[in-house]
């Protein structure tokens, strides 16, 4: 962890990406899957703005959100058919175009690199496997294991496991989710406007930029960070 002073990053020290949506181009196959699991439970089917805003969540909170009907001890079972329906599935996913080139160019240029996510572990774990990233990341959190996004405690983990403060780290996401994230633990934001929420939804949050592409999100990232 000891890099040289003059080759640290001008701005950011650390920069935090949520990962579906953001790096990983998942948000439709996720949209269809709480659909579908709704309807293996006889639900109201959510729309695809309601299930695309609950995206970014832990998974028992977003089904609980888009099932409000569903009585609590029924939420697991919901969750069952929407891992059901996402396993069948998710071999067909990828990373959007130009994500392992940018992650690549962070690294070289010595910031520390982390994922905080409403995954579970082994969602995440098998998800890194699927696109070769294992290794790439320094640190990840998922929402398993800490508290969901918007609670701060998964950001603020990730700061203390590399003594980075709030001023210094910079959090990427899809999501109005992500963007509360930054905002409850003090740090800086980067909104991406591909994902999960209509870019408008940011406009109430004190993001650095909107990138309206992997491509862009590199260019900001390379110019600012």
Same mark, same amino acid.
């Given at each position: ?49 309601? %299930? ?5 969540? @832990? /998974?028992?909170? +977003? *089904?609980? &959100? !888009? #099932? ?47 994922? %905080? ?5 082994? @969602? /995440?774990?098998? +998800? *890194?496997? &699927? !696109? #070769? ?93």
């Amino acid at each position: 962890m000891n890099s040289p002073s003059s080759s640290r990053p001008r701005q950011f020290d650390l920069i935090v990406f949520d990962w579906d949506g953001t790096l990983y181009d998942s948000t439709a196959l996720i949209v269809r899957c709480i659909q579908a699991a709704c309807a293996d439970l006889a639900l109201p089917i959510p729309s695809r703005t309601a %299930a695309s805003y609950v995206i970014g969540l @832990g /998974l028992h909170d +977003a *089904l609980a &959100h !888009v #099932a409000p009907t569903l009585p609590k001890e029924r939420v697991p079972e919901l969750g069952l058919r929407y891992r059901h329906h996402y396993f069948q599935r998710q071999h067909e996913l990828s990373l959007f175009d130009g994500s392992l080139e940018l992650l690549a160019e962070l690294k070289s240029r010595h910031h520390w690199l982390a994922v %905080a996510t409403g995954k579970t572990r082994s @969602g /995440l774990n098998e +998800a *890194l496997e &699927h !696109v #070769a990233l294992r290794g790439v990341f320094d640190a990840t959190r998922t929402a398993d294991e800490t508290q969901s996004k918007p609670h701060p405690l998964m950001l603020q983990e990730l700061m203390a496991e590399f003594s980075i403060s709030p001023e210094r780290t910079l959090m990427i996401g899809d999501t109005t989710h992500d963007l509360q994230l930054a905002v409850n633990a003090g740090a800086h934001s980067l909104a991406v406007s591909y994902g999960a929420h209509e870019p408008t939804a940011f406009a109430d949050y004190p993001t650095r930029h909107v990138a309206h592409s992997v491509a862009e999100l590199k260019q900001w990232l390379l110019q600012h960070a």
